[in-house]
């Protein structure tokens, strides 16, 4: 895509609860198109809707941007030279354009009680009219100052009566939408409301504050979910009424992020449900008392994450699915973004994060490893280097960092359980006296293959089956039959451990 002026994006989330991660997406094509264009990445809270304001949610959004490496250019912790970057602080800003439109005419004011408005819909259901919506059908018929004179007007102001702001809409106007995703997009103005600019609260809305903001944040690229596509129309007629249609803004609206089966959208039901993350980090919310997992206590990788978002809607049209941040920034093309839902595949995320977890150096994983061991109370945790090793055995193994708990614990502690069944398949007199001899004699120094020689060696003097032996080995460490390389495992474990294990089993066997 050719792009000739200096690019300026914006990720424009409202602290109304944790971030979803249809929100992170958006974020990252932000950064992705800004990161590819030499441009600059905005962040803006757009916390106007103080009803709808929950305590905690802008932090949310800051460590969880900062968790996946996305950190704005410009924003409320990074400042700029266009802040601030918190709508609740720009309040001037929006009353002066206020006033601007309802000069020009191209807003007024609306003084309908919550009653009138009400019994405007009802009656506009009883007539069948197409819309109940405040709009040009209607308007003429209501409490507004173009209904009344400007005494009456003045008279109600000075009594301090509410009102909110409207936008005029003229209708039978066309309004054409240039959206790189979409292509042109052409809505009527017939059937668009006369949408509130201000609230009675003095506060704009959602339609005003974006568009002002986006315009004297210089932005040039606005990249946003499909349910903003309708409110588009509404943000071309703010344009035109500002007189700024040259300054618009080009669109590219993101497709909807489907749930696993495909059907419909993606919500945190689906998170309640089954316990797949939706959004990036853990949240707890107070008033359902329901506790929601993020990616990152699932134990994913940021780029991990950051992978698999990107092509939730994407893709770059080869067969390459790992790519770093660079070459995504590289390869990253808004005219490749489809129109249609992305399924949220929770397999390919876990398939993704397996990956990376596997190309990733142990020592790059240590931290992290670390934690999710302390978390489940593996104290004192070993030195750096057996953890490395432990790291090692472990990393193609696992989809998460959780998991090399979860699949991993045997290191820490002999197995609780053990697979009887496979177990008995392979247990036998001759086997149990060749592991009690042979185990004693392990030789020194610890090391997987000098054991494996050893083992290997006493099982062909024995005429025993390499295979009975290794499961029940095998089993004796893990409890399972599966598990890493087992003499790497056994010489991690250490002689006495590996003997300490093998008198478990059979304690085990004796009270069963
Ligand atoms: N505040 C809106 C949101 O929460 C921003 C939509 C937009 O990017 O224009 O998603």
């Known amino acids: 895509m050719k792009v000739d002026r200096h690019v300026r994006v914006r990720f424009a989330p409202s602290p109304t609860g944790p971030l979803h991660i249809g929100g992170v997406r958006s974020a ?18 757009e916390d106007t809707d103080q009803q709808r304001y929950v305590p905690g949610s802008e932090e949310y959004i800051h460590e969880s941007l900062s968790w996946l490496g996305l950190v704005p250019d410009e924003g409320p912790n990074h400042g700029g030279p266009f802040g601030p970057y918190r709508q609740s602080e720009r309040k001037n800003l929006y009353t002066l354009w206020i006033d601007h439109l309802i000069e020009r005419g191209h807003a007024y004011l609306a003084f309908d009680t919550p009653e009138e408005l009400e019994q405007m819909r009802a009656e506009g259901l009883a007539q069948g009219l197409p819309s109940t919506s405040y709009d040009h059908n209607v308007r003429m018929r209501m409490k507004n100052s173009l209904t009344q004179t400007p005494e009456v007007i003045k008279q109600w102001l000075d009594e301090g009566r509410p009102y909110v702001v409207r936008l005029l809409i003229q209708p039978d106007q066309e309004i054409v939408v240039h959206d790189i995703i979409r292509g042109e997009v052409t809505f009527r ?18 339609h005003l504050a974006n568009v002002v903001d986006d315009r004297h944040m210089e932005i040039t690229h606005v990249i946003r979910g499909e349910e903003w596509l309708s409110s588009t129309a509404h943000h071309v007629l703010l344009y035109r009424a500002f007189g700024w249609e040259d300054y618009m803004p080009v669109f590219a609206h993101l497709p909807l992020i489907l749930k696993p089966d495909g059907k419909g959208k993606l919500s945190k039901r689906d998170s309640s449900k ?111 280097d057996r953890l490395l090793t432990f790291i090692d055995l472990m990393k193609e193994r696992v ?33 149990r006296t060749f592991l009690e001899s042979s185990l004693i004699d392990l030789p020194e120094p610890e090391v997987a293959s000098i054991w494996q020689d050893a083992i290997k060696e006493g099982i062909q003097k024995n005429q025993l089956k390499p295979g009975e032996i290794f499961s029940i080995l095998r089993i004796t460490m893990t409890g399972a039959m599966t598990g890493p390389d087992l003499f790497a495992m056994m010489a991690w474990l250490g002689k006495s451990e590996v003997l300490n294990r093998f008198k478990q089993l059979l304690d085990h066997l004796n009270e069963n």
């Open 274 to 384: 089954s316990g797949i993350p939706v959004f990036p980090l853990d949240w707890n919310d107070d008033e359902e008392n329901i506790h929601y997992s993020g990616f990152r206590e699932k134990g994913f990788l940021p780029h991990a994450t950051l992978n698999f978002l990107a092509f939730l809607g994407w893709n770059p049209g080869t067969e390459q699915e790992l790519f770093t941040m660079k070459e995504l920034t590289q390869v990253f093309d808004l005219e490749q973004v489809v129109k249609s839902g992305a399924r949220f595949d929770y397999e390919k995320a876990l398939w993704f994060n397996q990956q990376y977890i596997m190309h990733s150096d142990a020592v790059d994983l240590l931290k992290a490893v670390k934690s999710v061991l302390s978390k489940h109370s593996v104290e004192p945790l070993l030195p750096d």
């Open 28 to 45: 990252l094509y932000n950064y992705l198109f800004a990161r590819k264009h030499g441009g600059t990445f905005i962040l803006r809270i």
């Open 399 to 431: 989809h998460t960092l959780e998991e090399f708990w979860t699949e991993g614990s045997y290191f820490f502690h002999a197995p609780g359980q053990y697979d009887d069944n496979g177990l008995r398949k392979k247990w036998n007199e001759a086997n």
């Open 189 to 206: 103005t017939d059937i668009l409301d006369d949408k509130v600019l201000m609230k009675a609260d003095g506060l704009p809305t959602y």
